[in-house]
Structures are given as C-alpha cells and as structure tokens.
T-cell receptor, first 111, second 115 residues
C-alpha cells in the first residue's frame, strides 16, 4: 500500500526565514509526486508535479525537489501570504489516477 | 475560467438521514474524482470516473456510499443512513483526462456534519 508521511506537522516561520518541508513516500513504482497548497476552508490548489529523481520545479518562492524516497518543498524568504497547509501526494504506475495524500504540513509565516 | 463547483458548501443533518452532494467539474474535463478529508488526516480516495468507462469504486468505505455521473459531467455522491463517522469534508476534483500527466483540480468541498 502506498504511504506518504509529511514532516513537520506544523512550522512557524518569521517572514524571510527560509525552510524546507519533507515528504517521505513508499510506492510500488512512482508515476508522479504532487504538491498542493490548501488554505482554510478551500480545496487543494495544484502547485507541482515531479516524475523522476533529480527533478526540480520552481514557482515564485517555492521549489520542489525529488529523490527516490522523498521530496522537499523549499520555501525561500517566505511572506505571510505563504501561510497555508502544504499537501504531498503520490500516484503509482499501477493505478495512475488515484492520489495517496500525506496529512500535510501547516506553515504559518509571521510578519 | 470556472473551476470545480460543489454544492452545498455546508450540510448539517441528523444521523440516519440520506444526503446528496453535487459536483460540477471544469468544462471539458473527462475525469472526475471524489475524496474525503477528515480532521487531521490526509485526503482519502473514494471513487473515480473516466468518460464512459465503469467507475473505480474501490475507495468507497461502505455500501451506504454511492456515486453517479450523468452525461459525463455532473456527479452526485450519495450517503445513505448517515453515521457520525461520516462527518468530514467531501472534495471533488476533475482533470482533462485520467492518468498521471494531468493534475487534478479540486473544488472547495462540502462540509458534512452529522448530529
């Protein structure tokens, strides 16, 4: 069974204080790893898809990287508007539509 | 353009009642998914529809849960004889096609509370 573990559960940052979120996964043949952002009371918003180890993707202050066992979401010089819950999900080759999600990391950025 | 639309946004009902949740996917998206998000837990896959193919119902937690998709567009998730453990946020997503190349785009969900 596919498993996704995210750490830490919560992260409090000062504005401008860079940090990283971790997503460890176990899947029998990775089809893709997805990062989403979720604001309170809203549905997840798609950020990135990573397909193979060594791949990196960037969007504004966010950068996602992938290894064979984990993915990192780096937040560089965060702003208060980056406060949200960040969700990681994996998709297996054998079932390439179902997403298996981690529980998320809730990031709070203080001004 | 319009995103995935879900209704109602909130639903409070008594234990034992039936509820229907509606999802209107992004126009042109052939794949539709239902997930459930319980407090403090990750999203849990429920069901997947792709075009006219038979749906993958493997994630439905019990036979009280059913879903249909009419005309390849709007979907309804029905929960019969609701129980308190059914309380959660029910999220719908759609994608251009099924499969790993297409990201799933989510609606804002229906918050279901069973009294």
């Amino acid at each position: 069974e596919d498993q996704v573990t995210q750490s830490p559960e919560a992260l409090r940052l000062q504005e401008g204080e860079s940090s990283s979120l971790n997503c460890s996964y176990t899947v029998s043949g990775l089809r893709g790893l997805f990062w989403y952002r979720q604001d309170p009371g809203k549905g997840p918003e798609f950020l990135f898809t990573l397909y193979s180890a060594g791949e990196e993707k960037e969007k504004e202050r966010l950068k996602a990287t992938l290894t064979k066992k984990e993915s990192f979401l780096h937040i560089t010089a965060p702003k208060p508007e980056d406060s949200a819950t960040y969700l990681c999900a994996v998709q297996a080759r054998s079932n390439d539509y179902k997403l298996s999600f981690g529980a998320g990391t809730t990031v709070t950025v203080r001004a | 353009g319009a995103g995935v639309s879900q209704s109602p946004s909130n639903k409070v009902t008594e234990k034992g009642k039936d509820v229907e949740l509606r999802c209107d996917p992004i126009s042109g998206h052939t794949a539709l998914y239902w997930y459930r998000q319980s407090l403090g837990q990750g999203l849990e896959f429920l069901i997947y529809f792709q075009g006219n193919s038979a749906p993958d119902k493997s994630g439905l937690p019990s036979d009280r849960f059913s879903a249909e998709r009419t005309g390849g567009s709007v979907s309804t998730l029905t929960i019969q004889r609701t129980q308190q453990e059914d309380s959660a946020v029910y999220l719908c997503a759609s994608s251009l096609a099924g499969g790993g190349n297409q990201p799933q785009h989510f609606g804002d969900g229906t918050r279901l509370s069973i009294l």
